[in-house]
């Protein structure tokens, strides 16, 4: 028999990074499940080409995959401060989507991405302090 020795949760100084990379995968990988189905709609309701609609969400999904082989590595310092750095960037994204007026976005429109924006910034902050607690 094998057996596999992690470190106490009370022991771990990670467990609030991997928490919070799991937690941005969940709801990405929803995100982009739902999106999928509702492309469609989406695309009529916001303003977007329905083929952005579907690669956002097939992007979300690659994306929660991803996070989630990433937050079960050994060692998830560097890769919480790069994916907290992309949520950054993705947040400065939307934001210039909205205002560079790529897409003839109605108000939903905006307000769809805008909160997208939110999400991912709230995102990277709960990942950079997860970075920050863990003791090196």
Do not use: H
């Amino acid at each position: 028999m094998t057996a596999i020795s992690t470190p106490k949760l009370a022991q771990s100084s990670d467990s609030f990074l991997r928490m919070a990379l799991r937690a941005d995968a969940t709801c990405s990988g929803l995100m982009g499940i739902v999106g999928i189905p509702l492309a469609g709609w989406l695309s009529k309701t916001s303003g977007t080409p329905l083929a952005f609609e579907y690669s956002v969400s097939a992007f979300f999904i690659v994306f929660a995959a991803a996070v989630f082989w990433l937050a079960a590595r050994p060692s998830v310092r560097r890769s919480g401060l790069v994916i907290a750095i992309g949520n950054v960037v993705y947040t400065v994204a939307t934001i210039a989507l909205v205002l560079a007026d790529v897409f003839p976005l109605t108000t939903i429109g905006v307000v769809l991405t805008l909160s997208t924006g939110v999400y991912t910034l709230v995102m990277a902050e709960l990942q950079y302090q997860g970075v920050r607690r863990i003791k090196t």
